[in-house]
């Protein structure tokens, strides 16, 4: 892409983590970015090795070799992307700090997310290590305002939840409004396994995974859920949503498909749903909201930083459905980051990042 | 197979519709039955090919060939199974009737499994039918007995839809307990392709379903609803439950994952839930339910006919979740065939049916 | 991406059948393309329809509408690319030149493939429609030049088959360089289904589909035959080289692994082979020879312009084997094309196509 | 299955490995087998968790708990199936003789294989532990006979390689008959996952196997060459054949597609190569020789114990290209393994075996 980039000088990024896929998925977007360089990259077992073996599908050159994750490989970098294991990005970006006050950090993992250090508790381990600015620009705030406001002068991001994301995304404006019923909300979300990580796990073979669906996490044990609950109430919502939530993993690379059900406000029909998403969302550049009768697939946001929302109301069951579908390594995790950075370092959010999928 | 079969003379049976799916597994599971001999299969557009040319997987000869569907190929037989789109096999069995009055006919479409006339109307379309004996042996009834006590002396037998059969092995036990909220049942479902059939259609092609999640019949407009309410009627549950119901088309060939939510009564728990299981499935053959915090996944009934099925509360959300799977071409379709059919052949109920699964 | 796109008048192109796979490939990389705007699209059947809903992928704007494929429709652009069924492209581009004289125009179709209507009438049917500028920028020439030279001026472009382009960038140097016994050549290629088109068809359905490996056009009657044999004498190599050559559909949407095999001259060793790809390629931006012992797989290159090769002799078996992995409907289709209409408009040869793929 | 299993007593069966792939296997073939019943099951890594939690899919029992492989616990078998990485059978089988010098012993894994000490060195490694009957019931011996005569006295049988049984069900009837030029045989073979075990790694994580064909063992490394080698000398075959045998990872679970191309001797033709494979195979039971014209593909025996070969010559390139489908798990594995064991012990050679296969 280099005959169209910008001939500024552009700034320099490091990527730690680089081997696993949210770390490859950043990578493939700065590849793309015309105001960023990857300067750097690291890893914890694969260091020493060159990108180009680890990450064949990239082309960031042949002379990328990943670097261990320490301070010193870090310094000197104007954005630092930290696409670590959660418990692991506390102590490095503390170290980083040190060196680079002025660097953009940006948390893949969860640590930062949470502002409670009792859900922290609850739902991870150890100890809470604190709140950064929440990377999901679009998230109307109660004060009328958005978060990517707040993003502008962030030094230190936490990236949402590609689950908590997708999830968000379909709920909020209907619990904002007050149109269903936020102490019954349920979500099942068909995900595809790059969300569980590069990590050789028996149960993410091809063999075990390929022709069938299988849940985790049944039963409200999932770490998505206090910030998913989280969002509700930062977007103005009551504070005592209550939310079931299954994923379900499905034999494809990438992808979410949230689907959301909960009992409707009397009276409330499919034109009112799609009024209160219309209203939170429409004039979000990387959000679209279908036409009645519309619903999304992954499929169509493959690759792209798109979210695609479809919702109605089953006047029969009294209960209103929601289907959000996003690519949960873009918009689900490196898209959200890289439109985060956009904002904090004052380019075009939209820089870098792309609303056309990958299709068929 | 032959080296074990008895040698008692077999009865005859008819498949039409052969060359799609639900008929090419129908043979499937004849062909490995010890009582069971395929004389004629027929089909309508294929008519005329050589079976084996149209389902090479099968082993039933190379001399068998698809005959017109037509009242003289399928006199003589005792046992013809329609595998037709709904609202063909009426008018064939009523002929077929006239020439066979005793055969047995199982109906693996949809005309047959509603008894009233107004969700026929609601959710199909044209005249009733009329209700045949439902093809589920295992679902308790209000009076205490078990649909298969009315299927053994059964000469016509609608045979289940495949969602309908998964949510209702999800859900019955639950509702009749009334340990859930019957008026606010919500019901998601990742489900393989082949439950839509052979037919070629531009969004069934590998490459529109490679890859992602697509949602269809969203809304409450699924015609397997009805069924699945009237089966928790007929099992004792109250009139005016509802359900929301959004199948998700995964790629997959078989299987169908239903994750069924719904708030729970006060103070119900786990144990509760899993105890209802047993107690209505527990000495079921086909049915098992798992332990405490074990869930199942398609890929352990691929071919196989079992159900299996897992709950839990999630006391947080104030819900229950419960999950089962099948393979719908088995469990689902075929294999309910097979074993209602067994039943009212006064055969072993488990005559050709198998519990062990294809995996990998 | 509009945030870094130039801002000089940009080029009008239309697409011709763009709701097939073809077509919306083109679609989607033209989109990205800093000096094109998308400004017509025809089909057939889905004339009248939306972009948008024909394929939700892109994000050409809301009120692209499929207009019907007329002369009329068709006037005024500055690029016509064709992605029809072999045999209608030259009718609708001899009326196109009335009006348009000196439109480009790009034929993905087969059509203007073939120089020799006697190899026309052999593998394909009917009239010889003539012989367009082949576009395959990197084929070196026997006369020293490349194909690249005469894509400059050319105003008629026939875009190369997928599965020809693979195996033309495996062979051509070793054949050319007289390493291998061309008497002998054998390729096998694992390809994707979208190769097969988007017409609904019932062998390519998902459940057809998943879960194995079908061959097709075996044993010398695949089309791309004297397409190959063409391009290996137009490089210079011998004019009776026999090459038999397998594709087997596997499941996957994308990708074409061509892995070729022949006798190897005396002495002939794996640095000679890459040696001669090296020669031939090294200088190539989107094609890439990779190191001793190393073989591409067809992941490495989704949605990327970009062909990977490996090669090696096994001494035991007095072979070679060369294996080269490209996108079939980028670096096979429309990413030949862009590449090629960029050389003929003068345009940078690398505008709009990047070589990093998404993965995983 | 119990319902129509005959009530003979049966036979005492251990099987080694019972939590990898092909020890599940061979589990699932011998849980349908009338006259064998799984007595212990021995494992590494999982021994004492139970069956039914490491291999869901089947149905042995809930009580059946997965041991330590020791001596102890396989005594007193009738027969012991080992399904171990290579290297490691010698040693057990030894111990195994000392209590048990009856039992029949079957080795899924390579180590016995093999007749020659310096083909073992070549392309394994260590010690060669010595050769045992091989367990291909069809080969047809150079002195008229077929192995299966062997395998009636053999309490040692080596079970095959399974992309060596592909190839040599392809090539042995052309090569034993001089049809094709044995000096220049090639195959390609597309095979599914599962080949690759259990074991996780991360080049068979579904992220990284979906969406690709990824080739492995180029370049005449690949360990089933001496086999295939091997083989075509014991059915009368020339001493000095050479074969170049390229494996490509597809994503699918199950199957091998063997490609094999060679020249063809002056005036052979189609009719020629299919009256040879109809000579050596036409009379067995699991090998179906396709009719001219007709190609197989893997979808056609998932699950079942058969080979499905076709074959043809392409004039224009003077080679014949014979291709054959096999479950790489069944007749590539474990449906070999009960085959061969089936003859050893003298009941039916087709017992617990179907020529059925699971479609879609």
Chains 1, 2, 3, 4 share one sequence.
């Not at 914890?44 to 090795?49: E, I, K, L």
Request: with cysteine.
């Amino acid at each position: 892409m280099s005959s169209h980039r910008s001939s500024a000088p552009r700034l320099r990024a490091a990527v730690v983590g680089a081997s696993g896929y949210a770390g490859g998925e950043t990578l493939r977007l700065l590849a793309a970015h015309p105001a960023i360089e990857v300067a750097t990259v690291t890893a914890h077992s694969s260091a020493g090795r060159r990108l180009s073996e680890v990450a064949p599908h990239l082309d960031l050159g042949e002379d990328l070799v990943l670097a261990e994750t320490t301070p010193e490989n870090l310094a000197g970098h104007d954005v630092v992307v930290l696409a670590l294991p959660h418990g692991q990005s506390g102590e490095i970006s503390a170290r980083l700090r040190e060196s680079d006050p002025d660097a953009l950090v940006l948390d893949l993992g969860a640590d930062h997310r949470l502002e409670s250090a009792q859900d922290w508790s609850d739902y991870y381990a150890g100890e809470h290590a604190g709140t950064w600015t929440y990377g999901m620009p679009e998230l109307p705030l109660a004060d009328g305002s958005r978060q990517r406001d707040l993003l502008a002068s962030a030094r230190e991001i936490a990236v949402p939840g590609c689950n908590a994301s997708a999830v968000t995304f379909s709920l909020t404006p209907l619990v904002r409004a007050g149109l269903v019923d936020h102490r019954a909300l349920s979500v099942v979300l068909p995900v595809g396994y790059s969300g569980a990580g590069r990590t050789a796990k028996q149960h993410l073979l091809f063999s075990e995974a390929a022709g069938g669906a299988a849940p985790y996490g049944v039963g409200g044990t999932h770490r998505h859920i206090p910030e998913i609950l989280q969002n509700l109430r930062r977007a103005g919502g009551p504070d005592d949503a209550r939310l079931t939530f299954t994923p379900v993993l499905v034999p494809m690379s990438r992808g979410i498909l949230a689907v959301a059900t909960a009992p409707v406000a009397e009276g409330i029909g499919t034109e009112d749903l799609l009024a209160a998403l219309e209203s939170d969302w429409g004039a979000e550049h990387f959000i679209r909201v279908l036409e009645p009768g519309a619903f999304p697939s992954t499929q169509q946001v493959t690759g792209a930083n798109t979210v695609r929302i479809g919702a109605t109301v089953d006047r029969r069951s009294g209960q209103a459905t929601v289907i959000a579908a996003i690519d949960n390594l873009v918009k689900g995790t490196a898209g959200a980051a890289v439109q985060s950075m956009n904002i904090a370092l004052g380019l075009p959010e939209q820089a870098g990042l792309t609303r056309t999928a990958l299709a068929p």
